[in-house]
């Protein structure tokens, strides 16, 4: 009876271990209800814990969900509305990575900070421009108008320049991705810069005259790239690749599975067409590394 019970148990285990395995051809008749061998429970998924601005990243992470899913990762979006909370989550390991910032601020984060955050993989570029506030037009700029910038190093930096690009201030020589409001050199209409943390910029728009918006920021205000800013960079310059938004990690965490999974998905075929069909030219998809 002991040997006709091992034998039993011996089978149950083959079948049991082979539907782990490539699945087989199907049989040519379903075993009947009573026959049928019990489910083997799911195995658990590896979560992915990643900190996200709302808009667009948490809504380009929805989008990865499923895909993820589908290869074993539990992926977890956690929204936050600030810039310094995502960085410090993922300095204190509490999160794997984190989705909002482009690279100049992330190495400005880090030297300002000590913490040690690097890229593992850029995945879209959103356009910084210049929005109508109370002047519709910039050939209206008057002399004394105010116009708001981010505060953040790189942020306001980027304002600045794309300012000067379109001829409203002059900057010092060789001033660029850390320049300030110290950094003007030429300011023929006197404008007033107001400077914002980044989130607080779109609020002021009924103040102002003009503000100078993120990206993500210009979403969440309701304005378009496309329609509404009055100026903006190319999609063609060196910006996209200096201000890509990127995967942010604790560094050696950057080649981990899940971690390369992750950004594998995000900058594939699905997530790049959601991208260019629902933000109208704010969100580009980023293609190198």
């Given at each position: 009876m002991?040997?006709?019970?091992s034998v039993v148990l011996a089978a149950a285990f083959a079948v049991s271990a082979l539907a782990g395995c490539a699945a087989a051809p199907a049989p040519?008749?379903?075993?009947?209800?009573?026959?049928?061998?019990?489910?083997?429970a799911p195995a658990a998924s590896e979560k992915i814990t990643v900190a996200a601005s709302t808009t667009p990243h948490a809504e380009i992470l929805a989008v990865a969900k499923?895909?993820?899913?589908?290869?074993?990762?539990?992926?977890?979006?956690?929204?936050?509305?600030?810039?310094?909370?995502?960085?410090?989550?993922?300095?204190?390991?509490?999160?794997?990575?984190?989705?909002?910032?482009?690279?100049p601020y992330l190495e400005s984060f880090n030297a300002e900070q000590g913490t040690h955050l690097v890229n593992a993989g850029g995945i879209h570029y959103e356009p910084f421009g210049i929005y109508p506030g109370t002047?519709?037009?910039?050939?209206?700029?008057?002399?004394?108008?105010?116009?708001a910038v981010p505060n953040d190093t790189t942020n306001e930096a980027r304002a600045l320049l794309l300012l000067q690009d379109n001829g409203i201030i002059?900057?010092?020589?060789?001033?660029?991705?850390?320049?300030?409001?110290?950094d003007i050199a030429e300011n023929p209409k006197n404008v007033k810069i107001q400077e914002?943390?980044?989130?607080?910029?779109?609020?002021?728009?009924?103040?102002?005259?003009?503000?100078?918006?993120?990206?993500?920021?210009?979403?969440?205000?309701?304005?378009?790239?496309?329609?509404?800013?009055?100026?903006?960079?190319?999609?063609?310059?060196?910006?996209?690749?200096?201000?890509?938004?990127?995967?942010?990690?604790?560094?050696?965490?950057?080649?981990s599975d899940k971690i390369k999974a992750l950004v594998s998905v995000l900058?594939?075929?699905?997530?790049?067409?959601?991208?260019?069909?629902?933000?109208?030219?704010?969100?580009?998809?980023?293609?190198?590394?």
């Open positions: 002991k040997k006709i019970l040519a008749a379903a075993p009947a209800a009573s026959e049928a061998p019990a489910a083997e499923p895909i993820l899913a589908e290869q074993g990762y539990d992926l977890e979006v956690t929204e936050f509305q600030d810039y310094v909370q995502p960085n410090n989550v993922v300095e204190a390991g509490e999160f794997d990575a984190n989705y909002f910032q482009h690279i002047k519709k037009d910039l050939a209206e700029l008057a002399e004394g108008d105010t116009i002059k900057l010092k020589e060789g001033a660029g991705l850390t320049s300030t409001v110290n914002l943390e980044a989130a607080q910029v779109s609020h002021v728009i009924p103040e102002v005259a003009y503000v100078v918006l993120n990206g993500n920021y210009a979403i969440e205000a309701g304005l378009s790239v496309a329609q509404d800013a009055l100026a903006y960079e190319s999609s063609d310059s060196e910006a996209a690749k200096t201000y890509v938004n990127v995967i942010a990690v604790k560094e050696g965490n950057e080649n900058k594939g075929e699905e997530v790049r067409k959601y991208i260019e069909e629902n933000y109208n030219g704010g969100v580009i998809p980023f293609d190198g590394e």
